[in-house]
T-cell receptor, first 117, second 110 residues
Framework: DAGVTQSPTHLIKTRGQHVTLRCSPISGHKSVSWYQQVLGQGPQFIFQ???????GRGNFPDRFSARQFPNYSSELNVNALLLGDSALYLCASSLDLASGRAGETQYFGPGTRLLVL | GQNIDQPTEMTATEGAIVQINCTYQTSGFNGLFWYQQHAGEAPTFLSYNVLDGLEEKGRFSSFLSRSKGYSYLLLKELQMKDSASYLC???????????FGTGTRLQVFP
């Protein structure tokens, strides 16, 4: 079974550029979450999408945006890149929303490593 | 707010047992997760606790005490491949987002 897939695996950009990262969830999973992981830190929540709607947003500037498509895949867009945006961007999928229920687990993709010069 | 604390680094010897602690403060607790992350790779799911007690999965066990805001991950019969970062994360009842600690970097020596 295919797990969560992300593309590209690595990306180098310069300050001011924009970037689009892509994620395909595990087959049958409807929820996709995006996390940013800076070296030496734990992942930080950016967005969650469920059934094409934004269900949660972390403490990130408006330069960060995302969307989910009818096939449940997702894109994360970052505009006006800053040096501090250099990080590993992780996509996680889960079968359904966990709100109010126990047991839902998020499974992570391999990540996209973004370097901003 | 939510806060997760875990030790930054730990070392252990191959074949030994190590316990990685995690303390948390959160409102509306809806589960605690442990993930393993090898350098340069994505986190992989290890365990999930929502009720008090011990969950055992082969060489790995995870314990939760909700009243104390405390969890630990126990790794037995350590192998060299267990050298990795171990991330503790909690989930709020009303959201799906996971709040992660900074991770504990475990080094296993021969």
């Amino acid at each position: 079974d295919a797990g969560v897939t992300q593309s590209p695996t690595h990306l180098i950009k310069t300050r001011g550029q924009h970037v689009t990262l892509r994620c395909s969830p595990i087959s049958g999973h409807k929820s996709v979450s995006w996390y940013q992981q800076v070296l030496g830190q734990g992942p930080q929540f950016i967005f969650q999408y469920y059934e094409k709607e934004e269900r949660g947003r972390g403490n990130f500037p408006d330069r960060f945006s995302a969307r989910q498509f009818p096939n449940y895949s997702s894109e994360l867009n970052v505009n006006a890149l800053l040096l501090g945006d250099s990080a590993l961007y992780l996509c996680a999928s889960s079968l359904d929303l966990a709100s109010g229920r126990a047991g839902e687990t998020q499974y992570f993709g391999p990540g996209t490593r973004l370097l901003v010069l | 707010g939510q806060n997760i604390d875990q030790p930054t680094e730990m070392t252990a010897t191959e074949g030994a047992i190590v316990q990685i602690n995690c303390t948390y403060q959160t409102s509306g607790f809806n589960g605690l997760f442990w993930y393993q992350q090898h350098a340069g790779e994505a986190p992989t799911f290890l365990s999930y606790n929502v009720l008090d007690g011990l969950e055992e999965k082969g060489r790995f066990s995870s314990f939760l005490s909700r009243s104390k805001g405390y969890s630990y991950l126990l790794l037995k019969e350590l192998q060299m491949k267990d050298s990795a970062s171990y991330l503790c994360a909690v989930r709020n009842y009303n959201t799906d987002k996971l709040i992660f600690g900074t991770g504990t970097r475990l080094q296993v020596f021969p």
